[in-house]
């Protein structure tokens, strides 16, 4: 259990880093757009493409977190009403539900980068559109990781409520 606790402290570490770079980098880079545009009456070419890609990148980064820390969109007006035996059992069962439901999202999301290879095109700075797009099925095994994470510290963790 140790290990596992380990490997996701490490991964949330990564992805945090990843989160401020890539949350500060979308700052300057906006800033940067609208000045050049209001007082130059110019602009940086790729920067709205990057931003797009940036959004997408920052929202499966930050879902991955939230799963991570149990803070992911969940319904649980009964579960706060149930027993600790049975609001563990009805964690098990939602997170493996969720856990099915990312699974199902990854294997789409592969099939849907391997379409876009197919016809692939150039973005912006020598990036192509698949490259750009990964990070749909990373996010997908992240978050299929973190509830396989979840599930296994609600069985073999006894006092978790």
Sequence with gaps: MKFLNLIDKIIAKIELIALMVLLSLMV?????QVVLRNIFETGISWADPMLRYAVLWLAFIGASVATQENRHINIDVLTRLLPPKLKKIASILTN???L?????LL??????IKIEMEFQR?????FKNWMLEMIIPIGFSMMSLRFLFNIA???FVK???
Excluded: H, M, R
Excluded at 28 to 32: R, T
Excluded at 100 to 104: F, K, Y
């Design 122 to 126: 150039e973005i912006f700075l020598g």
């Design 107 to 112: 294997k789409s999301s592969i099939d849907f």
């Design 153 to 155: 510290k609600l069985i």
């Design 100 to 104: 099915s439901v990312c699974l199902i």
């Design 28 to 32: 300057i880079i906006s800033f940067a």
């Design 96 to 98: 493996f539900f969720a």
């Design 159 to 161: 006092n978790i409520f």
